[in-house]
């Protein structure tokens, strides 16, 4: 079509000249190569500039622009800028990872998918409705609005959007340079050679896969930082959730110590009015209602603290108090080392991250190493010569020769870095191994406490400050013996709520694979 038009165009003007030219194309419909020579009969200026014209158009046929979009339009205008037909790429959200068979396995081409991405990017921002004031939350819930509202989850799916987007720059080819050319300017008086060019550099397919490859491996990489900062997250929710719980338990046990305190400083002196007891046993019982009254306080500040966090980490610090559902209770047996370890190392996240680290590192070294195979440069031209009125075309095909440069560091410091991250998955390995010992010695000492105060003290220390308080009524002991008992009673409780809340808090971030500190 485009060496008809261009015989339509010249074929009017009186010939004086010959020129012919091949131009070899591909055909859009079967992808076969055709090649047709044109011949063109030059008689004035005005026919030159239609060969030129023509010319120009055959080239921009060649890299695709629409002919009879630039044939139409006058020498004075201009193209409007067209309009992008970029689909946007939103990050999905991660999900809990398994433990892939070998890196590449799990991070392939396939599994990352630039051209149709779930779009979740928005829904993680549209927010979660409360129910009304006095409707307990329970643990779903607060991770529901965690979820929606937290705003590190929405900066790891930004992380993830950006990674996607270098990914599709990655893989875009490299725009074409146009430009005008002039030679010979000013021999024998003339202007010389007058006409433009059009240089492109074309990317070996290889080099194209490669880079497609070093940008799945950094969103799978960028993904599993997203699932961590996920599960830190949920961990976090879950701990305060648990130290809410905690707060309020600690808070009714302050009061109840604080109505024994009361009763026996009302019952101390109604036995001073009956002159039974000293006024030194008034005192001693006034100063424990008054303790008493200060640990209520406290324990009311620390609830309040523990809300506080807990409406931090759900992204709603203006949050009020409001009924937590939970149960604070232990059951079942405890975890067992072994099989808590192949847990954590069949779904930490840490892992996986390593992994994907290592096959990024993988597809950065091949890409290294395809940089050895230069890439293809071609410059099409066309000129004319003002003294004797003839076309003159310019094609140039070359590329780098690696004689000297080889890429020899950058291959040198990819392998460096594949040795790293295959060692970061032992490092990985040993540093959760390490931290799960301490964290691990905590619930099981804890679980130890529980199950001790649970079965034996709290009842004994119920027991016997019953058992002194009626003996107290009955002038059988006297005001210390009654204070002792009530020291005992409350630090046993207090004793075995701090035990409880390391039990279950440990046991979150254990099962959690011991990720926490999602604000940090």
Known sequence: MIAKKIAEEAGRRRSIGRYTVHY?????????????????????????????????????????????????MSPVERLPPPTPQVRVVAPTRPSQPTKPTTPNAQFGLDKTSVDNPQDNFQAMQSGTALPGLNTPLSLMDLEAIAFAHNP??????????????????????????????????????????????????????????????????????????????QLKVLNDVRCEHFNVLISERAEILAREVHALSRKKLAKTQQLYDAQLVPYHDVL??????????????????RYLA????????????????????????????????????????????????????????????????????????????????????????????????????KNQGNI?????????????????????????ASTYEIYMNSWNEVNQYTRHILPDARAA??????????????????????????????????????MGITKIVIEGSLLVGSLR
């Open 412 to 436: 040198q410091e990819a392998y460096a870095e594949l040795r790293k991250a295959e060692l970061d998955v032992e490092r990985t390995k040993l540093a959760i191994r390490s931290r799960l």
């Open 306 to 405: 523990a809300w506080r966090r807990l409406a931090s980490l759900l992204g709603m610090p203006a949050l009020v108090p409001r009924p937590l559902k939970g149960d604070l209770q232990a059951s079942g047996e405890p975890l067992q080392w072994n099989e808590i370890v192949q847990q954590i190392y069949a779904r930490s996240p840490q892992l996986q991250r390593a992994y994907a680290n290592v096959a990024w590192k993988q597809a950065l070294l091949a890409q290294a190493k395809s940089a050895t195979h230069p890439n293809l440069l071609s410059v099409v031209g066309l000129s004319q010569d003002t003294a004797s009125d003839d076309l003159i075309g310019n094609v140039q095909l070359g590329m780098p020769l690696p004689l000297f440069n």
């Open 24 to 72: 070899r194309a591909t055909e859009p419909r079967n992808s076969r190569p055709w090649q047709v020579p044109v011949t063109f009969f030059v008689s004035t200026p005005s026919a030159r500039a239609i060969i030129l014209r023509a010319a120009f158009l055959a080239v921009c046929h060649g890299f695709g622009i629409p002919w009879h979009t630039v044939f139409a």
């Open 152 to 229: 590190t989850l929405a900066q790891s799916a930004a992380d993830v959007h950006g990674a996607n987007g270098r990914l599709r720059q990655s893989t875009l080819a490299p725009n074409p340079i146009a430009g005008y050319q002039g030679q010979e300017i000013g021999d024998e008086g003339s202007i010389g050679q007058q006409g433009f060019f059009v240089n492109q550099e074309f990317v070996r397919r290889r080099k194209r896969r490669l880079a497609r490859a070093v940008g799945s491996r950094e969103v799978a990489l960028t993904q599993q930082n997203a699932a961590i900062q």
């Open 465 to 502: 400050l019953d058992l002194v308080v009626r003996g107290y009524e009955q002038q059988q002991f006297d005001i210390l013996t009654v204070l002792d008992a009530e020291r005992i009673f409350a630090k046993a409780n207090l004793a075995y709520i701090k035990s409880l809340q390391d």
């Open 284 to 301: 001693q019982a006034r100063i424990q209602a008054h303790a008493a009254h200060i640990a209520v306080g406290n324990a009311r500040n």
